[in-house]
């Protein structure tokens, strides 16, 4: 067989993009605001918005009402600024010795889970000059990560208020995070909003006076009105991925899917039966077939889990990862058809024109969808698409 690459004409032939549909992100935004019509809406856009690049991410979901964003670490943060963008932006993953004082200087919500960081948090303010931080108490309602538990929530609460009155310190929120939410009917979900209750009940008895209360991560905000409080803090969802296959697909919220996976076929060859496919033949050919090489591996985030397993649209065709997943390549078995070099492998997408989606992927690499879109590695060059604000 004699190969043709065929590259669009007049556009690189990219060895493979990651592209972002922004029109797709502004419509979930718009999606998910509808369903907690009452509260504000946080945009949490850490990990590199799962993967999907933070800053056209974060200006999008501004665009298309967000109130809020939210990231985990401190240099997130500090990379949204960086980049104009002055919407309110919460940080809650500090460590001691974090950059506290330039957070202040930023004017991000800071989130505060012990007596330690509070303490570091005043320090702070008071070499910045008296400028007050605003920080939000995180309560530790069942989760058992970050969050300061129901025994500590006193003493807590108690200086945070000291250094409120002291001028340090602006309490602007009160928070906390579900364990169980994409479960539904777990029982830890009730128990944990009565405990945040409660919480919040003994912080504002004391005089805390919060902008913003809130509990509800994406899978409680599309299933659990009674958890939205002032703000509801999406994630997932934004990217038009569901929490969970147990809740729903994206399409029984109206969320679409945001990134789409595409390589361009490196070689297409004939091989003989008994032909072993990449490291250790776990996959040998049963008969005369095509082999066709995907060139993305497990360095550009594809799973090795997946090996054997993963799923491609080529040609129009469903295809599966024909032995291990490489570092940098893959192999997929074409049966004797013949697309040329170049060709579009589509790993996963919205599922439109029949591709596998990112929540394939999860179930052929037994994890979550969050990973999958998540680890897409830097290798991976983001291709916006829909830029333009809608109207």
């Not at 998910?32 to 946080?42: F, H, V």
């Not at 060709?343 to 690499?365: H, I, K, M, N, S």
Request: hydrophobic share 45%; aromatic share 6%; proline share 7%.
């Amino acid at each position: 067989m004699t190969e043709t690459a065929q590259p669009r004409e007049g556009v690189e032939q990219l060895r493979a993009r990651a592209e972002i549909d922004l029109a797709a992100l502004r419509a979930n935004v718009r999606t998910l605001r509808a369903q907690a019509p009452g509260s504000a809406l946080m945009a949490v856009v850490k990990s590199d918005a799962y993967g999907h690049g933070m800053v056209p991410c974060a200006r999008a979901a501004l665009d298309a009402g967000a109130a809020w964003l939210g990231t985990a670490t401190p240099d997130e943060a500090f990379a949204l600024r960086a980049a104009g963008i002055e919407a309110p932006v919460m940080c809650w993953l500090w460590t001691p010795g974090g950059p506290w004082r330039q957070g202040i200087e930023a004017g991000l919500d800071m989130g505060v889970s012990a007596l330690w960081a509070l303490e570091e948090v005043v320090a702070a303010a008071r070499a910045a000059g008296g400028r007050p931080a605003r920080i939000q108490l995180k309560a530790d309602t069942g989760l058992g990560r970050n969050g300061c538990t129901p025994a500590d929530w006193p003493d807590l609460v108690r200086a945070a208020l000291a250094a409120e009155r002291d001028g340090l310190v602006r309490v602007t929120g009160l928070w906390s995070h579900f364990a169980c939410a994409d479960e539904p009917g777990h029982p830890s979900i009730a128990a944990q909003l009565t405990r945040f209750r409660e919480m919040v009940t003994y912080a504002e008895d004391q005089g805390v006076r919060p902008e913003v209360r809130h509990i509800a991560n994406s899978p409680a905000t599309l299933t659990l009105p009674e958890t939205h409080f002032d703000l509801v803090r999406t994630g997932i969802s934004v990217y038009g991925v569901s929490p969970s296959a147990e809740i729903g697909s994206p399409a029984d919220f109206g969320l679409r899917p945001v990134m789409s996976l595409i390589a361009s076929l490196a070689q297409v060859k004939h091989v003989p039966a008994g032909h072993g496919v990449s490291y250790g033949h776990h996959y040998v050919t049963a008969g005369d077939t095509t082999l066709g090489l995907v060139p993305v591996g497990y360095a550009d985030g594809i799973p090795r889990h997946a090996s054997g397993t993963g799923p491609v649209l080529i040609g129009g065709k469903w295809r599966t990862a024909a032995g291990r997943v490489a570092m940098d390549q893959f192999v997929v078995d074409l049966g004797g058809d013949e697309p040329a070099a170049g060709a579009e492998a589509v790993l996963f997408g919205p599922g439109d024109r029949g591709e596998p989606t990112a929540e394939d992927w999860a179930q052929a690499a037994g994890t979550i969808a969050y990973e999958i879109v998540t680890r897409i590695g830097t290798r991976v060059p983001r291709v916006y698409v829909n830029t333009e604000q809608d109207g």
